[in-house]
């Protein structure tokens, strides 16, 4: 006997009521869809195995707040919302300026502290790691696009940056948008 597979809201409200297999399922029929939402983002100094983890949380709370309220409105769409959110919110939160201590990390030569969490090789290796990346975007973005997007990444905000730079809002942003679109087609390949 066939056994008939069950839709995502049906195994939603399963899960909502406390069946661990229906949420287990969830998390097993979304990986992909988590994979996929962490390969569009990269941080310095972390793993993709890092960001696949928030991923996974934002599908956990999709699975919890998900309503059908309207008519056509499906989980995967919804969770997808969720997991590409809470990953952007970690990118975010890691680029901030008072996280950027690791980040910004330049040769030990210029740091009067040594972190005891980092031994000098997993320094040089951010390091070497922050250098690449500003070498695979200065070779695909615009000197404007290079000097916005490296002080989008020290955590300016979009205010910050027009002050800084002298120019409108709406050059800025479409900078932002640009190189974030030029950076995600490199880190593809």
């Not at 991923?55 to 409105?73: P, V």
């Not at 990118?91 to 980040?103: D, G, H, P």
């Amino acid at each position: 006997m066939t056994e008939i597979k069950k839709t995502d809201e049906e195994l939603v409200a399963l899960a909502q009521a406390g069946d661990k297999q229906a949420t287990d399922e969830l998390f097993s029929r979304h990986f992909g869809l988590v994979r996929y939402c962490a390969r569009g983002f990269f941080l310095i100094g972390a793993e993709t195995e890092d960001l696949i983890q928030e991923g996974m949380l934002g599908l956990y709370h999709a699975i919890g707040d998900y309503r059908k309220r309207e008519k056509g409105r499906n989980f995967k769409n919804f969770a997808y919302l969720c997991i590409s959110r809470r990953i952007f919110d970690a990118v975010k939160t890691f680029t901030r300026k008072k996280n950027l201590s690791l980040n910004d990390s330049v040769f030990l030569e210029e740091h009067e502290w040594i972190s005891r969490d980092f031994n000098p090789e997993d320094l040089l290796v951010i390091e070497d790691e922050r250098r690449e990346l500003k070498q695979k975007m200065s070779r695909v973005l615009s000197d404007f696009e290079f000097k916005v997007m490296a002080m989008y990444i020290d955590g300016m905000s979009s205010a910050e940056i027009c002050e800084t730079c002298k120019k409108p809002f709406k050059s800025v942003d479409n900078a932002i948008q640009r190189s974030k679109r030029k950076l995600q087609q490199i880190f593809k390949k």
